[in-house]
């Protein structure tokens, strides 16, 4: 216990030597507690944020309105702690949960190897190949439960499929002509249906009924659709880990007292490789909130009357000549929540780096 108590001191203390890091820290659990206790603070303000006053309207800076109001009266920091409410919890679950996709993959693939790994990686680097953001556009902008139910939809994702066979076939061929056809041919099907599937499930999943339905359906899609697209930087970092840790002695060791491969993977891969989860998913969270934010102001994420920073900003630029204000709260705590994670995912990242880690123990 000693031990793990000296490295968590240890990490903690190359952690405060990051000052930039630090401070982000404070600023962002300050924002964090703003944001989350709102509910607590909005009665001792005797607002709501949704409550409608046109005689206020486009009011400035007061003790009655810190941030002012908007073009239906309604207060601006109230809705700006509503809004961040969903534009973090957005990029705190979709972070965590692509983290969570990520490792099982990147742990299955790093750990087994031979064509588990071969097959999962393709998948990877086909998603990496993609344009994440004019995907992510487009698959808030369609009706998918419209292409769900589309007969050609299934013909395209047949074709894409096909596609992807051919490329890994040629690909294997043209890398190794020593290749064997048979094992060839089964791998590049099994990435082709590594690829087609998960497309497919996506498209179901957001063209159900359950999804596109309710108040809050448009900010589980945009979860959905995020995280979807984001779990590929942890899955190659995860793999890397692996298939380092895999060849230490202590798993040797435990491999010939007779330890099965999920108590290997729980017990000494994944733990061993938390530092990577640890930063990409923090720093994983500045990004989602920018995906967030730029979807919503192009009015595809997040939808009235529910608010977030992207909603209010896309909102505030047809009141820009009255209120210029309006634009730049949501602006601002957008910067600040991505800088402040940005700093806080670097810190994390230079204090438990195992090379400068080690160093001080010695």
């Known amino acids: 216990m000693a031990a793990t108590e000296s490295l968590k001191a240890m990490v903690w203390r190359r952690f405060k030597k990051h000052r930039l890091a630090f401070w982000s820290l404070g600023g962002l659990g300050f924002l964090l507690l703003l944001c989350y206790g709102i509910p607590l603070i909005a009665p001792l303000m005797g607002w709501d944020p949704d409550f409608i006053d046109l005689y206020a309207r486009y009011e400035g800076m007061s003790l009655k309105h810190p941030f002012g109001t908007d073009e239906l009266g309604r207060d601006v920091f109230l809705r700006l ?28 693939a790093g750990y087994f190897g031979g064509w588990i790994d071969s097959i999962l990686m393709r ?23 419209k292409i769900s139910q589309a007969e050609g939809t299934w013909n395209v994702l ?48 957001l063209g159900s009924e359950q999804l596109a339905s309710g108040t809050m359906a448009s900010v589980v899609q945009l979860i959905i659709i995020v995280v979807f697209f984001s779990w590929m930087t942890v899955a190659r ?20 007292l007779g330890a099965p491969s999920k108590h290997i993977i ?23 909130v920018l995906y967030e934010s730029v979807l919503s102001f192009l009015g595809l994420g997040v939808k009235p009357p529910t608010a977030s ?27 600040v929540a991505v800088v402040c994670v940005n700093f806080f995912g670097d810190g994390l990242r230079d204090a438990l780096d195992p090379h400068e880690v080690h160093g001080s123990q010695k």
């Not at 729980?266 to 989602?288: F, Q, R």
């Not at 920073?309 to 910067?335: E, H, K, T």
């Open 266 to 288: 729980t017990t000494h891969i994944i733990p061993n490789a938390m530092a990577p989860i640890i930063v990409a998913a923090t720093l994983e969270v500045g990004g989602v």
């Open 158 to 205: 047949g074709i894409i499929a096909a596609l992807i066979f051919v490329m890994v076939c040629l690909g294997q061929f043209i890398s190794n002509k020593r290749a064997q056809i048979l094992p060839t041919l089964l791998t590049a099907l099994l990435s082709a249906l590594a690829c087609a599937l998960p497309l497919a499930g996506l498209i179901k999943l």
């Open 81 to 108: 702690m509503y809004g961040g409410r969903i534009s973090l919890t957005v990029g705190l679950i979709s972070a965590l949960t692509a983290a969570l996709i990520g490792t099982t993959i990147g742990v299955i």
């Open 123 to 145: 998948f990877t680097d086909a998603m990496l190949s993609v344009p994440v953001l004019p995907l992510m556009i487009v698959f808030a902008a369609l009706d998918l439960r």
């Open 237 to 256: 970092l995860v793999r890397a880990s692996a298939l380092q840790i895999r060849e230490m002695e202590y798993i040797d060791a435990a491999r010939m």
């Open 309 to 335: 920073w992207g909603n209010m900003l896309r909102n505030a630029l047809d009141y820009l000549q009255d209120s210029p204000l309006l634009a730049f709260w949501p602006g601002v705590f957008i910067l």
